[in-house]
């Protein structure tokens, strides 16, 4: 199963604690929707970025439009980028991740196999993946971005081969200094994000994580609840909470001691619209910590 598929499996389980507040979210989610069919980013503009994670948000809520003008537009939208050559490497993933939350038989084949083809344009020397296309080293994000957009695609990359033992190769390579990850080799410190993201990779390719990940992830819990960025951010933030939690919960590592300091935590981000702030220092919810808020906080109805 995809990072994604796992990622809304456990985003559907937010239900259990949100109840009735269910509703306030897909209502702030639909207030993000426009006429063109795309969804707002933080400036009010469609935005294919932020449209991706509204969509999974939506699929996970039960409340994506189907059979209405605004699926309809939904796909209009995203047909308007045509194979994605136009998009950088990042967005490229995004209109793939976009497609996955739409019929099977909605994106024009010569389209999946042009998106394929641009996102393996970003394979790096190494056998990793980069956002530069024709590095010479991938980097933990990029791996994480493939893996996902492969699947996204129907084109997942095999556990066994040349190709999946080079990536594996590159993801181990970018270990830090501190048995962390971080997004390029050689660091002394790893981050939460790259963490995670690595540790997503190695298990989407049948590769256990190497010994200390989990204890390096476990040290990032903050006394107040949640998850930092990095052994010297000095607060917690919802992106590095949901990513640590999902990597976490992937390894089997116990954490639910910490459970009610979680979900005060998530309290915190919450707002009286149905949406979630990314750190104490964000004035302004989005549709991507929104989902993010849905992903930890299923994490921790279990």
Same mark, same amino acid.
């Given at each position: ?27 702030? /989610? ?14 009010? %503009? ?15 809520? @039960? ?93 997942? /990359?095999? +556990?066994?081969?040349? +190709? ?7 993801? /181990? ?11 390029? $080799?050689?660091?002394?410190?790893? *981050? ?10 190695? %298990?989407?390719?049948? %590769? ?52 009610? *300091? ?11 619209? $149905? ?12 549709? @991507? ?14």
């Amino acid at each position: 199963m995809s990072q994604r598929l796992q990622m809304l499996q456990v985003a559907r389980l937010a239900r259990r604690t949100l109840g009735e507040a269910t509703e306030l979210v897909v209502s702030f /989610l639909q207030s993000l929707a426009t006429p063109g069919g795309g969804y707002c980013n933080r400036g009010g %503009r469609p935005d294919l970025y932020y449209t991706s994670f509204a969509l999974d948000a939506l699929l996970a809520l @039960e409340a994506l439009p189907a059979g209405n003008e605004q699926a309809a537009a939904t796909r209009c939208y995203l047909d308007a980028f045509g194979d994605g050559s136009r998009l950088d490497y990042v967005h490229r993933c995004c209109l793939a991740r976009a497609w996955a939350s739409q019929p099977t038989d909605a994106l024009p084949a010569e389209h999946r196999a042009a998106l394929l083809a641009g996102v393996e344009r970003h394979r790096a020397a190494d056998g990793g993946y980069n956002s530069r296309a024709g590095a010479a080293r991938g980097t933990a994000y990029g791996c994480f971005l493939a893996m996902n957009a492969r699947a996204d695609l129907k084109q997942p /990359l095999p +556990e066994s081969g040349s +190709e999946a033992e080079q990536l594996a190769a590159c993801v /181990l390579s970018l270990r830090a200094a501190d048995g962390g990850w971080s997004n390029s $080799g050689d660091q002394p410190e790893g *981050s939460t994000t790259a963490t995670a993201a690595a540790i997503a990779t190695l %298990r989407s390719l049948g %590769r256990a994580a190497p010994i200390g990940a989990d204890e390096w992830l476990l040290a990032r819990r903050h006394p107040a609840g949640g998850f930092t960025a990095a052994p010297d951010a000095p607060i917690p933030d919802l992106l590095s909470t949901a990513v640590a939690l999902h990597a976490l919960d992937a390894l089997e590592v116990p954490w639910r001691e910490h459970r009610d *300091s979680m979900l005060d935590f998530l309290d915190t981000l919450w707002t009286a619209e $149905g949406a979630f702030h990314g750190s104490w220092a964000d004035d302004e919810p989005d549709a @991507e910590y929104t989902f993010y808020g849905l992903v930890a906080l299923g994490h921790c109805s279990v």
